[in-house]
């Protein structure tokens, strides 16, 4: 059975990741700016999806990976930090803002679906979440691996989908916002990056207890 002390520090790393600009969340604003909220929601199923998909494969593969080999473990621990601290460089010293304005065509809302899912599936944040940061807070002489990660993979896909739903709520106003507020958008990069770096610290300084 999962527990709060695995639960929550995981939480924290996947609420840190999604609030971080990527391929899912510029997809899923441009969507939303471009072509209204309904779209930005529609393509947010789709992005459910792939996570749900990420989620049963690692799971699985996970299972038999810890069984087999313990000490993939701690190989699994260190690329997940290291990971969290190029998303942390990406954040501070990365490409331009997701919320600047974008002109895409409309799409149908099987198009606008099939292009979220899609969009994370080949989206390597996602993977990287399920085979490299969900395998070190699963704990084996708790038993059940399997439902350990399917818990744990559900409060990941929970976090983000709460939180994109209100990034594309908001779309528009946070674009606006953000296009007169200039030093808001190094201080949003500036705190996520600290964020994730902290995240990765605390990753590699747990392991080694």
């Not at 460089?89 to 919320?99: C, R, T």
Request: with cysteine.
């Amino acid at each position: 059975m999962v527990t709060f002390s695995q639960l929550l520090p995981f939480a924290a790393i996947a609420l840190g990741l999604v609030l971080t600009p990527g391929p899912n969340m510029i997809y899923l604003i441009s969507r939303s700016l471009c072509q209204g909220r309904k779209a930005g929601y529609i393509s947010l199923t789709g992005v459910a999806l792939g996570f749900v998909f990420y989620m049963v494969c690692a799971a699985l593969g996970i299972t038999a990976l810890i069984m087999a080999v313990p000490l993939a473990y701690e190989a699994l621990r260190v690329a997940g930090a290291c990971y969290l601290l190029y998303m942390a460089w990406q954040a501070i010293f990365g490409g331009k803002s997701p919320f600047q304005l974008r002109d895409l065509p409309p799409d149908s809302s099987r198009k606008l679906f099939t292009m979220g899912l899609l969009t994370n599936l080949l989206n390597p944040k996602t993977a990287v979440i399920y085979l490299t940061l969900l395998p070190q807070f699963i704990k084996p002489e708790q038993g059940h691996v399997l439902s350990q990660s399917l818990l744990l993979g559900s409060a990941q896909i929970v976090t983000s989908m709460l939180v994109n739903s209100l990034i594309i709520f908001a779309a528009g106003t946070i674009a606006g916002f953000l296009a007169q507020r200039p030093t808001w958008q190094k201080l949003q990069r500036w705190l996520m990056g600290t964020v994730l770096t902290g995240l990765a610290v605390r990753m590699m300084v747990e392991g080694r207890k």
